[in-house]
């Protein structure tokens, strides 16, 4: 018998059709061994993988943004999907378990699909979308820094109020000869105004007015000086009565008496509120971002427990009045196109016919660097392919259980194309991204020769307390590797990842990668953390031909201040230095007051401190200040990092921020790293607390410079980590010039030592 001679063709003898009806018994008999062992395969396939899935996000971090809640719904709809329908071919399978697992198994992989696309719009729309408002408000600032001067009419330069009284000539000297609005920062992603170390901060209110008129009388020798020109997007300074300036020497007398915040007028008192006043950056903190939006898992979560409450009193009330889908008696003969099943055919042939084409156009233009717009794009068309083919089959297809009908649908069923939809899916979002953690690309026939080793994540890197056990590890795992094939690009390397940092073109371009990474806070905070540490260097650099030392910089071993050390050379750099300096403050005085932190020289630790401090910390392990900063990249190869105090910081006893900047410092902390803030960073709670110790609303010590130091090695972490990521999409565009020197640098110092990069 062969396949196929029509429907209609009728046995001629009782003999015929009994070896018809044998032979058709042979092919289901046969084909049920076959599905038996591709039901066991398969399904312990998807639990292995799954499994192994879910422990992998635990030290991947790559994987960990797609969401492991979403995807284990999915993971569980496959698997609600796929056994009835192989059992249903290689056994009798009793039909109520089909209506339950087939009602289940669908809304568990409609929900996470459509939750899946909605995180991912969400995300992608979020970090695209708080990247411009912050580069549009520094091409503000560009535009503003271009053309932002112009000479003062000889009406303007008499409208000018004469100095007060009580204002040192030294402190008038200084201001006469430099301008101390710095327009240039954009944290908390509006334009700020730094009024300089006379002025408080809290006088500057509002987001629209004209920018404040800075005095600045002219230099010697010249007869016009410089004003400020107006522009709507900054901050107004509002004044009542005279402008007040203060002397840096009455900042710091407050600081050294244990207050940190100066006086608005002579009849304040020298006191710090537990909520001061906000400043013009912490008012426009609240326009990029007025409420930052949780990321929207949870809100899922309760409309998926609602959906699945709706979906099992279905299911219940359709067993209680269904005799064929009833649980007792239990039917083996089910057909799927009775009531019981219309809802889900309703919902499948919706879903995948109608929702995921409109699914694929929504998330078109949503390209993430991890791939998720396109696995699941994958998912929608095979969706949709085999919504369509199981229809054709159901439609045109017999059953191939009678006499002359065709029996193609024994060998391969109707209900094998569900199977192989939740398959891709599977495949898709949870075996080939686990694949592609271990740099694995089966997909691209060319992978090996443009693979990168992926940077160890955060997880698999150091434990709670900074060891770098894990990194040794680590890099004797990696000096096993076989050395790159001849031709192919260079391994991503510390100088590699240090040069794009530098190149403003290549930073640029990093930052629009980070935003697609789902990351756009990482490099943003790097950057206002450089322009934070610039405008300390210059606000604690000491006038020209002056012997000693600004408040709160203690002299090194050497004797000389940590202001004569390099600085970073990046566009802060050329901001105007102050040529007013400070009293000098002793780290004696600053202990006596502050005694929460250490303000002395650190030496080595003896015996006897150790057990002390284990006795009073049992589970921390604290690091001096320099193996700290470097214990996060101590990798010990060519691509060694080694992170170093920024200048500012670099003193052995820690410095103390200006007074006049204690506000930037609080925004900064607002803006980066508070519980909620809008562009708040991924970093281990314990940094967290001790930030917040320092310059929380509740603090009143005047913070350290080095306090965002532990945090910045983290984002650098981050960064580092997606950093390989990066160098593979911009392998032919802004990263390819660095590429050619590190292959050559790599050819030349191949079997030279390298130093240590430093960033700072």
């Known amino acids: 018998m062969g396949i196929g001679s029509g429907p209609s063709r009728q046995p001629a003898t009782p003999e015929e059709a009994a070896e018809d009806a044998a032979w058709r018994q042979g092919i289901i008999f046969s084909t049920r061994k076959v599905y038996t062992g591709v039901s066991v395969v398969y399904l312990s396939f998807i639990v292995i993988t799954a499994a192994w899935f879910v422990w992998r996000t635990r030290t991947d971090s790559a994987l960990a943004k797609r969401s492991v809640f979403l995807t284990m719904l999915g993971f569980f709809g496959n698997l609600l999907i796929s056994s009835p329908f192989l059992l249903l071919q290689a056994m009798e399978f009793p039909c109520f378990l089909i209506l339950w697992n087939l009602y289940l198994g669908v809304t568990l992989t409609v929900f996470s699909l459509s939750a899946r696309a909605w995180r991912l719009r969400y995300l992608f729309r979020s970090h695209q979308a708080k990247l411009a408002r912050m580069k549009s408000l520094e091409g503000g600032s560009k535009r503003n820094g271009e053309g932002a001067t112009r000479e003062m009419s000889d009406e303007e330069k008499d409208s000018l109020e004469p100095w007060p009284e009580h204002i040192p000539a030294r402190t008038r000297a200084g201001e006469s000869q430099t301008l101390t609005i710095n327009a240039g920062s954009t944290m908390g992603g509006s334009t700020l105004l730094s009024p300089g170390p006379n002025v408080s901060g809290r006088t500057i209110v509002g987001r629209a ?114 005799t064929q889908y009833r649980i007792r008696p239990v039917s083996y003969q089910c057909t799927m196109g009775t009531w019981e099943m219309m809802p889900v055919l309703v919902i499948m042939a919706g879903f995948f016919i109608l929702g995921c084409p409109t699914l694929c156009w929504w998330l078109w233009r949503d390209n993430d660097t991890y791939g998720i717009r396109r696995d699941l794009i994958a998912f929608a068309i095979s969706g949709t392919t085999v919504a369509v ?110 040069s794009v940092l530098d190149d403003p073109d290549c930073f640029e371009a990093f930052k629009d990668f980070a935003a697609r990474d789902f990351a756009a806070e990482n490099p943003l905070f790097y950057q206002e953390y450089r322009r934070l540490t610039e405008k300390v260097r210059v606000a604690q650099a000491p006038s020209p031909g002056a012997n000693r030392l600004l408040p709160g910089i203690a002299a090194g071993p050497s004797g000389e201040s940590s202001a004569s050390l390099p600085v970073p050379t990046d566009g802060a750099s050329s901001l105007p230095a102050p040529l007013v300096h400070q009293s000098t403050m002793s780290r004696m005085s600053m202990a006596d007051k502050y005694p929460v932190f250490d303000f002395t020289v650190r030496q080595e630790r003896t015996m006897k401190t150790r057990i002390i401090t284990f006795l009073a910390h049992p589970f921390s392990r604290p690091l001096s200040n320099t193996s700290r900063a470097g214990s996060l990249f101590n990798f010990g190869s060519r691509s060694q990092p080694v992170l170093v105090p920024p200048p500012v910081a670099a003193s052995a006893g820690g410095l103390l921020i200006p007074p006049s900047m204690r506000d930037e410092y609080r925004t900064f902390y607002k803006t980066f790293i508070s519980p909620g803030s809008p562009c708040q960073v991924n970093l281990p709670a314990r940094i967290v607390e001790d930030v917040a110790k320092q310059v929380g609303d509740d603090s009143k010590v005047l913070p350290l410079v ?44 191949s079997r030279r030592p390298t130093k240590d990069v430093v960033i700072v």
């Open 209 to 322: 007015g004209s920018l404040w008129s800075a005095i600045a009388a002219s230099r010697h020798g010249t007869s016009r000086g410089m004003l400020a020109a107006s522009h709507p997007g900054i901050p107004t300074m509002h004044t009542d009565g005279p402008t007040e300036r203060r002397s840096d020497d009455a900042l710091a007398s407050a600081a050294e008496a244990g207050h940190v915040s100066s006086p608005t007028n002579r009849k304040s008192s020298p006191s710090l509120p537990k909520r001061s006043a906000p400043t013009a950056t912490q008012m426009s903190l609240n326009y990029i971002n007025p409420k930052p939006e949780e990321e929207p898992t949870k809100r899922l979560a309760y409309i998926l427990f609602g959906i699945l409450a709706l979906v099992v009193g279905y299911i219940c009330a359709v067993t209680a009045l269904s």
């Open 389 to 498: 083919m199981y229809g054709l089959q159901q439609a045109m297809l017999p059953s191939g259980r009678n006499f002359g009908e065709s029996p193609l649908r024994l060998y391969f069923g109707a209900s094998n194309w569900p199977v192989l939809g939740v398959a891709v899916g599977h495949m898709t979002s949870i075996f080939l991204p686990l694949l592609a953690s271990y740099d694995i690309h089966p997909l691209r026939p060319f992978s090996r020769l443009f693979r990168l080793y992926r940077a160890p994540s955060r997880e698999s890197n150091t434990d709670s307390e900074g060891s770098n056990e894990k990194l040794e590890a680590k890099k004797r795992k990696v000096g096993k590797r076989r050395p790159a094939r001849k031709g192919a690009p260079p391994s991503v390397t510390w100088a590699l990842f240090a």
């Open 706 to 749: 080095s306090i965002f130091d532990e945090a910045r090695n983290e984002v650098l972490d981050s960064m580092f980590e997606m950093f390989p990521r990066f160098v593979e999409a911009e392998r032919d565009g802004v990263v390819k010039k660095f590429l050619k020197v590190a292959t050559k640098d790599a050819k030349r110092n």
